[in-house]
């Protein structure tokens, strides 16, 4: 049995040597590389225990990979780190600018994406004969409408394109997620509670006080850290101190019962626009936001490996594959809706890029924590077929949609390939 320090081991081995062999060979960017070969070597060793089902290499590793709980790990480990890490870089002059129509994309947009996902899937699932109530159509329409920040942004990375669109992406994709995962908590206590317990005034008093609760808690605690680093010039413990804000608001606001990831973006915008400016030294800057960015590349490295052999955990039933595979059409046509509508409202007052419904449609990437929430629901009859379309469209989008947003993006041209640090 292999201690927690082991598996972190391995794990950081494993990440270290594919991403070597990643750059030295393919030439993939990182996190997309790491999760094709993750995904190939999972593959392998599932037609190896076809053809050695007595082998037992193949259930020492599952054993092991079963002891990594990869929801618990994002949702309540990664997540608060990576989504500080990205909210430090939101310029907010520009997200004050584009403020409206952020919020719009970030909550109407994915109350659409839902029903309209969860109508569809529902569809699908009595045209393939798999029992599906539209109560889980609705979760499963929560867990896949909000695009994963941490694989957006990391997509970004690599092209170049306006700096609105680019706000309207990353602006979305940080504060959806925090709204998807307030909606998919509720419409999941609605799923499993009774018929008439879970009334709709009391669905919307807990969405108010969850998504609004996070914000607040992460105005005050923002704040607070941005006075305690005003008030000293010491870049090791100004550092310590945004870690402690991370760490300490994310798991304040689980145990208050408000939304965490809300509440981390919130901090981290404040600390990386007010606290830069006034609070940090230039040396405190370049050391902390340097600590940021290292810590971001580190774990969506580990996040992006995870996710590739995650389909060893998962094991798919190959009869769900139909469903799975129509999942992505639904969850495409659902996002252009989701996206087309909002704009087409608010294109009436303000300006917007050349191009913006099918990049934002097209960069609409669903990752890691798509996959944590439906690993998160408790195992029972609709799990499965929620869990094999879950994966296959955040692989659909992380690896097709991720790989050629560039492209897309230099078809309409709006958008260049960034060169490659020195």
Same mark, same amino acid.
């Not at 079963?66 to 309540?76: A, G, H, Q, V």
């Not at 965490?260 to 990386?272: D, E, F, Q, R």
């Not at 609709?382 to 955040?394: D, E, G, H, K, M």
């Given at each position: ?12 081995? #494993? ?10 060979? @393919? ?27 007595? *082998? ?33 870089? !939101?310029?907010?002059?520009? #997200? $004050?600018?584009? %403020?409206? !129509? ?25 045209? @393939?004969?798999?029992?599906? &109530? ?14 994963? &920040? ?6 970004? %990375? ?9 706000? +309207? ?7 959806? +997620? ?49 006075? *305690? ?6 870049? &090791? ?47 405190? %800057? ?17 996040? @992006? ?10 094991? @798919? ?19 252009? !809706? ?10 009436? $007052? ?9 990049? #934002? ?25 929620? *869990? ?29 390939? %960034? &060169?490659?640090?020195?």
């Amino acid at each position: 049995m292999l201690s927690l320090f082991e598996i972190v081991a391995v794990l950081l081995a #494993l990440t270290a040597t594919f991403a070597w062999l990643n750059h030295v060979l @393919f030439g993939l960017p990182n996190q997309i590389g790491l999760l094709i070969m993750a995904l190939a070597a999972s593959l392998v060793l599932v037609g190896f225990e076809l053809l050695f089902p007595n *082998a037992p290499i193949f259930h020492e590793i599952s054993d092991l990979l079963r002891r990594i709980d990869f929801s618990e790990t994002l949702l309540n480990g990664m997540l608060g780190f990576l989504l500080f890490a990205g909210a430090l870089q !939101i310029d907010l002059s520009r #997200l $004050r600018a584009r %403020k409206w !129509i952020v919020a719009t994309m970030a909550t109407i947009g994915v109350f659409i994406s839902t029903i309209l996902i969860a109508g569809g899937f529902w569809y699908a699932a009595g045209l @393939f004969g798999v029992p599906m &109530p539209f109560a889980w159509a609705l979760v499963f329409g929560a867990l896949i409408s909000p695009t994963d &920040p941490i694989a957006v942004l990391s997509t970004l %990375k690599a092209i170049s394109i306006p700096e609105t669109l680019e706000m +309207d992406i990353s602006g979305e994709s940080l504060f959806n +997620d925090g709204v998807g995962v307030v909606l998919f908590t509720l419409l999941l206590t609605a799923a499993t509670t009774s018929s008439g317990e879970f009334e709709l005034q009391h669905f919307g008093e807990m969405f108010a006080v969850e998504a609004g609760g996070g914000a607040l808690l992460g105005l005050v605690t923002g704040y607070v850290a941005y006075r *305690a680093m005003r008030a000293i010039d010491d870049y &090791p413990i100004e550092v310590l101190i945004s870690i402690a804000l991370a760490t300490g608001t994310y798991a304040l606001a689980l145990r208050l019962h408000v939304s965490g990831p809300i509440a981390v973006v919130v901090s981290g915008v404040l600390i990386g626009n007010r606290g830069a400016a006034l609070a940090m030294s230039d040396q405190t %800057k370049r050391y902390l936001f340097g600590f940021w960015t290292l810590i971001d590349e580190i774990l969506n490295s580990v996040l @992006f490996l995870l996710i590739g052999i995650e389909v060893l955990v998962l094991g @798919f039933d190959w009869s769900l594959a139909p469903l799975a595979l129509v999942a992505i059409p639904i969850v495409m046509v659902a996002r252009l !809706i989701s996206v087309a509508a909002p704009i087409g409202l608010l294109s009436l $007052r303000y300006p917007f890029e050349r191009g913006t419904i099918a990049i #934002l449609t097209w960069g609409g990437v669903r990752g890691g924590i798509s996959v944590a929430l439906v690993l998160a629901i408790s195992a029972n009859e609709y799990r499965p077929a929620l *869990a094999a379309a879950t994966y296959t469209v955040a692989l659909f989008t992380i690896v097709v949609q991720g790989l050629s947003l560039g492209w897309v993006t230099r078809r309409l041209g709006v958008g260049r390939s %960034k &060169p490659a640090p020195e």
